[in-house]
T-cell receptor
Framework: GAVVSQHPSWVICKSGTSVKIECRSL??????MFWYRQFPKQSLMLMAT?????????EQGVEKDKFLINHASLTLSTLTVTSAHPEDSSFYIC??????????FGPGTRLLVL | AQSVTQPDIHITVSEGASLELRCNYS??????LFWYVQSPGQGLQLLLK??????LVQGIKGFEAEFKRSQSSFNLRKPSVHWSDAAEYFC?????????????FGAGTQVVVTP
């Protein structure tokens, strides 16, 4: 299957700082990438849909000014958590859509805000 | 409204025994259906998918799933479970008509494999 990477896999930061998470599709071009958030023992919650060359579409209740998404190329999308607070601590997973059908997921990034 | 239901939050199965995970969906159009597996602290790995055609779909790691339109179900099965199958399993529906590529996930089923 297609390969999607995320970097970093782990990040610990101080409250008030910003954190950038990268999502790359390694062997295919992804016109659409998705960002999810997952709390312990829960399902994935879609945060936003990222389309190359256009603004991201955020799900209801997700603060677009807090979670900045940039999809600069067909293989890279970034999620920046701005002014992070402890309640932003979570597991963030991206996926890349292949031909608008199947989603391939990255390994996830665990964020801990102190 | 679209929904995906995985009725079993937790299943315990003995190694070597068969496994069946249930998934029911509510969706107006013909859905794209997926099963993913997530090991602790990891992303999701695609096990199999159904778009159209043969309703019995074969996947990786010996898994298969059957699409039953009349029951709005897409249950996942494995004839003989291995200890390495212990993980969280998610059923997902691809919302392909109004939100191209977006998925709706079930709540997940945690599978524990005992010796």
């Amino acid at each position: 299957g297609a390969v999607v990477s995320q970097h970093p896999s782990w990040v610990i930061c101080k409250s008030g700082t910003s954190v950038k998470i990268e999502c790359r599709s390694l062997d295919f071009q992804a016109t659409t990438m998705f960002w999810y958030r997952q709390f312990p023992k829960q399902s994935l919650m879609l945060m936003a849909t990222s389309n190359e060359g256009s603004k991201a579409t955020y799900e209801q209740g997700v603060e677009k000014d807090k979670f900045l998404i940039n999809h600069a190329s067909l293989t890279l999308s970034t999620l920046t958590v701005t002014s992070a607070h402890p309640e932003d601590s979570s597991f963030y997973i991206c996926s890349a859509s292949f031909r608008g059908e199947t989603q391939y997921f990255g390994p996830g990034t665990r964020l801990l805000v102190l | 409204a679209q929904s995906v239901t995985q009725p079993d939050i937790h299943i315990t199965v003995s190694e070597g025994a068969s496994l069946e995970l249930r998934c029911n969906y509510s969706y107006g159009a013909t859905p794209y259906l997926f099963w993913y597996v997530q090991s602790p602290g990891q992303g999701l790995q695609l096990l199999l998918k159904y778009f159209s055609g043969d309703t019995l779909v074969q996947g990786i790691k010996g898994f298969e799933a059957e699409f039953k339109r009349s029951q709005s179900s897409f249950n996942l099965r494995k004839p003989s479970v291995h200890w390495s199958d212990a993980a969280e399993y998610f059923c997902a529906v691809g919302l392909s008509t109004d939100s191209w590529g977006k998925f709706q996930f079930g709540a997940g089923t945690q599978v524990v494999v005992t010796p």
